[in-house]
């Protein structure tokens, strides 16, 4: 009688949007559901405990749990900000002052000044110093943070120069990836 139990569980189809969550991702200070499709080693996640819709991951389970993590990360944070954030190094510069100041990122070496309370001026390498006419940011930046702020927003293109080493860095950060069955 137990048998014939079992297998009429094994014997349905599976339903067609995601099931129940199988694992809860913990990666950095965030926590994720993750769940299958229904369509073989589709994956879908969204933050733990919510009802937010699935999103639909682009690594399977194949790709292992850093990948998966590592996608997640990407997707779910500025992953760009956070990376400049923790790789910047301040070469010039005093930091209680209006700069100028000289930075590096992996060998991207830029410039940053205040011209005046509203105006910033950056120097990327190769160029001279070129105004960066921002909108004020919500609530005003400082310092260092300023100048992070303006680099990305006045230089979009950075992000193409650092997209591979972005990448690299959120799979390593999802190394330390804690994977724990969701009951």
Do not use: K
Not at 50 to 76: V, Y
Request: charged residues 30%; hydrophobic residues 45%.
């Amino acid at each position: 009688m137990r048998d014939e139990a079992i297998e009429e569980q094994t014997c349905r189809p599976a339903p067609a949007g995601p099931g129940a969550p199988f694992a809860r991702l913990v990666v950095a200070e965030s926590a994720f559901e993750i769940a299958e499709t229904g369509v073989e080693g589709r994956l879908v996640f969204r933050p733990a405990a919510s009802d937010d819709p699935w999103e639909r991951l682009d690594a399977g389970r194949d790709a292992g749990w850093r990948a998966i993590g590592a996608e997640i990360l990407e997707r779910t944070r500025d992953a760009l900000l956070d990376f400049v954030r923790m790789h910047l190094i301040r070469l010039d510069g005093e930091p209680e002052s209006d700069g100028p100041f000289e930075y590096d990122l992996f060998g991207f070496r830029w410039g940053y000044r205040d011209i005046s309370p509203a105006g910033i001026e950056l120097r990327l390498p190769g160029r001279d110093w070129t105004p960066a006419n921002l909108d004020e940011a919500e609530p005003p930046l400082e310092g260092r943070e300023r100048a992070i702020d303006a680099l990305l927003r006045a230089h979009p293109e950075v992000a193409l120069i650092f997209a591979e080493e972005v990448h690299a860095w959120a799979i390593r950060l999802a190394a330390g990836a804690q994977v724990r069955p969701a009951l």
